[in-house]
């Protein structure tokens, strides 16, 4: 089979229109599971603040005579806690130009740009909140200032690891960090459950577990769930666990793909917030023009409340594949 002789094709022929949908497609993960479920404080200094109370333990030995004159108990003082705020922030520039030019997927490319950049934003906010151990930093003219994250927080309902020398946060008030394990365990529900018994005698009522993605995998095979159900009539097989029905309370299962791989937290949310300095919460500021080009800065000043870290616990240097 041949062509025809001065057949016109595709291959030679000047001045085809482009064929460009006017789609634009990402699979990058936007989702911030942390800073979507918790609180939201207005912060007026850069050193936010607040204070926890804790009760005077129960006495077993509170038997008093009749017609006694009493006299005060000690008072239990409130702890006063803070968190430093940091700055994060994403730039986009574009040109004169290509802000003239017509446009696939988009009408504005600036707009366009300053909504990936929040997108971007947010993922690095829900990083450093969730996904380091990090310590607070003062910071200064050269040094700058950073948030404790959750682990410099939680300390009091732990599991971890027995390799080397795993410990806790040494002071609970975000200027120390966690010790890792040397090597890691595997995660257990029997690890998970001494953790919420830990929570719930110090008065706890966590609603929220969070893994990275394999011990959510893990999370699956816990009691109850050791096996797939196939739903015949549905012709669906059932291999995961979204809540767990625990001695102590309902918990939702998240997997967050911005922590820590290693770690899996047990959050009371209402106890945990992010405290935004006036003004500085996800905002786009207009930069001064210095050339043929428009620029925005996408801005966010923050910093992680830990109302109290005794709601909250994790069990940690788990294995990750």
Not at 101 to 120: C, F, I, P, T, W
Not at 153 to 167: F, L, M, Q
Not at 269 to 293: E, F, H, Q
């Amino acid at each position: 089979m041949a062509l025809p002789t001065n057949t016109i094709t595709t291959y030679s022929a000047v001045g085809n229109r482009e064929d460009l949908s006017d789609m634009i497609y990402r699979i990058d993960p936007t989702d911030t599971p942390f800073m979507s479920a918790a609180e939201k404080e207005k912060a007026t200094a850069v050193n936010h603040e607040w204070q926890t109370q804790a009760l005077a333990p129960a006495s077993t030995s509170n038997a008093q005579l009749e017609g006694d004159d009493p006299s005060a108990n000690a008072l239990v003082p409130t702890v006063r806690l803070g968190n430093l705020c940091q700055i994060s922030y994403k730039m986009a520039q574009v040109s004169g130009t290509q802000q003239a030019v017509d446009h696939s997927g988009r009408d504005n490319e600036l707009a366009y740009q300053e909504m990936l950049k929040g997108l971007e934003l947010k993922r690095d906010i829900e990083s450093i909140l969730v996904g380091t151990n990090q310590a607070k930093v003062a910071g200064n003219t050269s040094t700058p200032r950073k948030t404790a994250s959750i682990l410099s927080w939680i300390a009091s309902n732990t599991s971890k690891g027995t390799a080397g020398s795993p410990a806790d946060p040494a002071a609970i008030d975000g200027t120390g960090t966690r010790t890792d394990a040397s090597s890691q365990i595997a995660f257990t529900e029997a690890r998970l459950k001494s953790v919420l018994s830990s929570i719930w005698t110090n008065g706890g009522k966590p609603g929220t577990i969070m893994t990275g993605a394999f011990n959510k995998q893990v999370f699956s095979t816990f009691t109850g769930r050791s096996t797939a159900i196939e739903e015949a009539k549905s012709k669906k097989i059932v291999a995961s666990v979204d809540a767990y029905e625990s001695d102590f309370g309902k918990l939702k299962v998240v997997a967050n793909r911005f922590q820590r791989p290693r770690d899996v937290l047990v959050l009371e949310m209402d106890k945990w917030a992010v405290a935004y300095l006036n003004g500085r919460n996800m905002t786009s500021i207009p930069l001064a023009k210095t050339g043929d080009s428009d620029r925005r800065q996408i801005l966010a000043e923050y910093a992680l409340v830990a109302r109290n870290e005794k709601a909250s616990g994790g069990v940690f240097d788990n294995t990750t594949s």
